[in-house]
């Protein structure tokens, strides 16, 4: 089977979860025996490259962010390419993953007008609402209002003024309706969808190489020397510090356990210094405990899962499945981890890790001082964590599910 993956980005050029499930979904596919090939975009000249053995064709698009909710419906930039590309492919499949800006929506209509299997995977909110959301949080629990996801009246409306488009919506649900699949990365986003017009979404969760992230000793010790943090409790941190991303309430948390646990350290892997992300008021408590490593890939990524005593990914927004929980599991280290969207849905609350509302200061801070300061507690759920990835989100059971939907 030809299998055409379809996706805005991907690494290296993309740093997001998204593009890296797609490349991973692409190696599984590739290993299982099928022809792949991914389509993605570019902000510069269009170019082609063969990428460990599979083809990559990278379209050209590039233009301003106000044009977003229409462009993203049908971008003129690649819609021609992408027709000669498809014809001349001849692919049984296009999986279109992240497609919300440059690709565009229309990229799955023109592959049925092709005579071509259209399979969809939504991996966040975008299909509903323009971009990250927290209308549904409540601060004082996890538990969801009485209206669940429901988008609030006009909530696109007045989040995005003269960038908003009355037709996106009704456009996009139009356009998916028309699939062949539609599949969410986790059971909390196909129910957000559902509560949003957007229904029949199958749930396959995203799936990671266990063997990948394995990494030699000397792979650690190296990366210790490296970032100056021999003999340090690493707490792991991906991306930017945003305060979608629970930065705030973290760093408040922090500034408790670091006073009780001194060799604690905050190890943040990401392109910006920290001192460029976070006001020096919620920085200064914890300066002398927290650590940029810069962005970090490939063996350096693994060893920073691999030495790290914790995971921690505290969003106070939708996070749908965040990839980071995967990626430890997979190296064998527990997460203390958000409440609010599908993190819950990988990691077991007292058994991988835990699950907790970022805004219980109390709480988040309680649960990364127990990983800590109880190594008995910190390996068994290390373990469990490790043993569930393999069970339930192994690359071999992703592709397995998702030829059943090609």
């Known amino acids: 089977m030809h299998i055409a993956l379809l996706s805005d980005r991907i690494p290296p050029e993309n740093r997001g979860g998204a593009g890296e499930i797609v490349w991973r979904l692409a190696q599984g596919l590739q290993r299982a025996g099928h022809a792949v090939t991914i389509i993605a975009a570019t902000d510069g000249p269009p170019f082609d490259e063969l990428r460990e053995g599979i083809p990559t064709y990278h379209l050209h698009s590039r233009y301003p962010d106000r044009w977003q909710a229409y462009l993203s419906l049908y971008n003129p930039q690649t819609i021609a390419p992408l027709r000669r590309l498809l014809t001349n492919l001849k692919p049984d499949v296009v999986h279109a993953h992240n497609i919300h800006r440059d690709l565009s929506y229309h990229s799955l209509a023109l592959a049925r007008q092709l005579g071509i299997r259209t399979v969809f995977t939504s991996h966040d909110v975008m299909p509903f609402a323009y971009g990250k959301i927290s209308y549904f949080v409540q601060p004082h629990t996890c538990a969801l209002p009485p209206q669940g996801y429901r988008l609030p009246p006009f909530y696109n409306l007045r989040k995005n003024r003269l960038r908003y488009n009355p037709v996106r919506n009704l456009w996009i649900r139009r356009v998916l309706?028309?699939?062949?699949?539609?599949?969410?990365?986790?059971?909390?986003?196909?129910?957000?969808?559902?509560?949003?017009?957007?229904?029949?979404?199958?749930?396959?969760?995203?799936?990671?190489?266990?063997?990948?992230?394995?990494?030699?000793?000397?792979?650690?010790?190296?990366?210790?020397?490296?970032?100056?943090?021999?003999?340090?409790?690493?707490?792991?941190?991906?991306?930017?510090?945003?305060?979608?991303?629970?930065?705030?309430?973290?760093?408040?948390?922090?500034?408790?356990?670091?006073?009780?646990?001194?060799?604690?350290?905050?190890?943040?892997?990401?392109?910006?210094?920290?001192?460029?992300?976070?006001?020096?008021?919620?920085?200064?408590?914890?300066?002398?405990?927290?650590?940029?490593?810069?962005?970090?890939?490939?063996?350096?990524?693994?060893?920073?899962?691999?030495?790290?005593?914790?995971?921690?990914?505290?969003?106070?927004?939708?996070?749908?499945?965040?990839?980071?929980?995967?990626?430890?599991?997979?190296?064998?280290?527990?997460?203390?981890?958000?409440?609010?969207?599908?993190?819950?849905?990988?990691?077991?609350?007292?058994?991988?890790?835990?699950?907790?509302?970022?805004?219980?200061?109390?709480?988040?801070?309680?649960?990364?001082?127990?990983?800590?300061?109880?190594?008995?507690?910190?390996?068994?759920?290390?373990?469990?964590?490790?043993?569930?990835?393999?069970?339930?989100?192994?690359?071999?059971?992703?592709?397995?599910?998702?030829?059943?939907?090609?």
């Open 177 to 406: 309706a028309q699939c062949d699949a539609r599949i969410a990365v986790s059971h909390a986003l196909a129910r957000a969808h559902a509560e949003n017009g957007l229904s029949h979404f199958s749930v396959v969760h995203n799936g990671i190489d266990v063997v990948s992230w394995r990494v030699d000793a000397a792979d650690i010790t190296a990366l210790q020397a490296q970032l100056q943090i021999e003999g340090r409790q690493v707490i792991l941190f991906g991306g930017r510090m945003t305060n979608a991303k629970g930065t705030q309430q973290l760093l408040q948390a922090l500034a408790r356990v670091f006073p009780r646990v001194p060799r604690a350290l905050l190890l943040v892997a990401g392109t910006q210094p920290i001192e460029e992300q976070v006001p020096p008021a919620l920085l200064d408590p914890v300066r002398d405990f927290v650590r940029s490593a810069g962005w970090l890939a490939g063996r350096a990524l693994a060893a920073a899962y691999r030495m790290a005593r914790l995971v921690v990914t505290p969003s106070v927004i939708f996070d749908s499945f965040p990839t980071m929980n995967l990626e430890a599991m997979a190296c064998g280290v527990p997460v203390v981890t958000t409440c609010f969207g599908g993190a819950q849905e990988a990691v077991i609350d007292g058994q991988t890790g835990f699950v907790v509302n970022p805004f219980n200061i109390d709480a988040l801070a309680e649960a990364i001082e127990r990983l800590l300061t109880d190594d008995a507690l910190a390996a068994r759920m290390g373990a469990a964590g490790l043993a569930r990835a393999q069970q339930h989100f192994s690359i071999e059971e992703f592709v397995r599910l998702m030829l059943q939907h090609y």
